[in-house]
């Protein structure tokens, strides 16, 4: 038996063992060998010597993730418990990882995961960025939190955030209202990341002065947009020439990140998405860099992850299929054996 003392500091023991100690009862359930007693700032752990060490590793992470994140949330414990990832890839080491901006309640923005970190480094070193991977990777917030970053250091006059307003698999119909009306629920999920940076009064002015513009693709034809930072988000749907036009609206001092999923594709059946094509002709060219994001960067909730793998494994088990049946059909006579002859 073995019985460890581990004193927190710094840290709230209430956003540590989480309200009514939920996050506290987690560790317990997952070590049911080991006794976990709670007082005050201080933790004893007692138990075989090898799973109380596991114990005082799983607290001190926690610990470690509020200081940096300021945030603990009960599914990044579980997933922690779960194993797989548990969230090494989402610390930082030493001051590496500095706050972006600080959202409307001065919580400090950050990269959480390994790719957010280097998506904010190609960024710095780089005019345009593609930054790809499955939905809950943090492309867009990530994005967003740069261009808010940029405005306030003064290296832009504006943040023009852009996506093509397609529908995701439904027929909307006629909207009613006016223009901004029917295509603001498009834009949507961009307004939702401005309104965690910008205190809402702050917002509305930069909104009316046209410091920050939210606009679907089809209105940037025929602009110039310079002293700006441009975020194009779900490229995904957007067609090459589409994107074509968009990159070539850029001025000398502008910057960009293009934002998109290319395992959700909106676009008609008969339509191509461009993204995959613009990443391959503008792959090598200086001054543009692509970031790839993965299952493991996804921030939201625990199972996310896993439903993204199980789709992955769904569609190259499909793959694999219709490879494995036109080699049958391209075999003489039609994939019949000498047997069947």
Do not use: W
């Amino acid at each position: 038996m073995s019985e460890i003392i581990l004193t927190i500091d710094g840290v709230d023991p209430v956003e540590l063992y989480g309200e009514k100690n939920v996050k506290l009862n987690l560790i317990r359930q997952a070590f049911p060998d080991v006794t976990i007693t709670s007082r005050g700032n201080n933790i004893k752990i007692s138990g075989e010597k090898k799973n109380a060490q596991r114990v005082k590793d799983k607290f001190e992470m926690m610990v470690r993730m509020l200081k940096e994140h300021q945030d603990l949330t009960t599914e990044t414990v579980k997933d922690m418990l779960n194993g797989g990832n548990p969230y090494e890839t989402r610390l930082s080491n030493g001051n590496s990882n500095s706050t972006l901006v600080h959202g409307r309640n001065g919580k400090p923005i950050k990269a959480k995961t390994h790719n957010q970190k280097k998506l904010i480094e190609s960024s710095d070193q780089n005019d345009i960025v593609f930054a790809v991977g499955p939905a809950g990777t943090g492309k867009t917030y990530v994005a967003v939190a740069l261009a808010v970053k940029a405005l306030k250091n003064r290296l832009v006059k504006k943040i023009i955030l852009t996506r093509p307003a397609v529908e995701a698999g439904e027929n909307l119909g006629f909207l009613p209202g006016d223009l901004k009306d029917k295509v603001d629920p498009y834009l949507r999920p961009l307004y939702d990341a401005l309104d965690d940076m910008f205190p809402i009064d702050k917002l509305n002015y930069f909104m009316t002065n046209r410091v920050i513009e939210v606009a679907p693709l089809a209105f940037m034809r025929g602009r110039t947009l310079d002293h700006a930072f441009i975020i194009l988000d779900e490229a995904q749907n957007a067609s090459s020439l589409q994107l074509k036009m968009f990159l070539t609206r850029l001025g000398p001092s502008a910057k960009c990140i293009i934002t998109g999923d290319l395992s959700q594709i909106d676009l008609p059946f008969n339509q191509k998405s461009g993204l995959r094509k613009s990443m391959d002709i503008l792959s090598g060219v200086e001054g543009i860099d692509i970031i790839k994001l993965t299952a493991e960067d996804v921030v939201r909730h625990r199972l996310v992850k896993q439903i993204i793998k199980a789709y992955d494994k769904s569609s190259q088990e499909a793959k694999e299929k219709r490879e494995a049946d036109k080699k049958e059909k391209e075999k003489p006579n039609g994939g019949e054996s000498s047997k069947d002859i």
